[in-house]
Nanobody, 125 residues
Framework: QLQASGGGTVQAGDSLTLSCAASGRILTHHVMGWFRRTPEKERDFVASISVSGDITYYEDSVKGRFTISRDNAKNSVYLQMNGLKPQDTGLYYC????????????????????WGQGTLVTVSS
């Protein structure tokens, strides 16, 4: 199971760090990603990271503001969010996708198989 945490209500310009921990499984062969649900999109890609941890991808609107990282020893993935904007508001959740290489950092959304519970981020202007 995947459980996200760290959401909250903040003002524009503030920062939050989200965490997602996987229980009952080892994710050393999985790309891990963050997605968000907004009124406009059911499943909006935010960021993803390779097993090796050094290959990352970001949705254009969060580049330079968000940083994804992972700790394989803790089966966890994190999302550091700086300079938050009202349009970042949404339900954030993590997901995993099995891959055959530690050097794959992005896979299509359809390849993600396990989805966690979300954590709500609300950014007020």
């Amino acid at each position: 199971q995947l459980q996200a945490s760290g959401g909250g209500t903040v003002q524009a310009g503030d920062s939050l760090t989200l965490s997602c921990a996987a229980s009952g499984r080892i994710l050393t062969h999985h790309v891990m990603g963050w997605f968000r649900r907004t009124p406009e999109k059911e499943r909006d890609f935010v960021a993803s990271i390779s097993v090796s941890g050094d290959i990352t991808y970001y949705e254009d609107s969060v580049k330079g503001r968000f940083t994804i990282s992972r700790d394989n020893a803790k089966n966890s993935v994190y999302l550091q969010m700086n300079g938050l904007k009202p349009q970042d508001t949404g339900l954030y959740y993590c997901a995993t996708a099995f891959v055959g290489s530690q050097r794959v950092g992005y896979v299509p959304t359809s390849q993600y198989r396990d989805w966690g519970q979300g954590t709500l981020v609300t950014v007020s202007s």
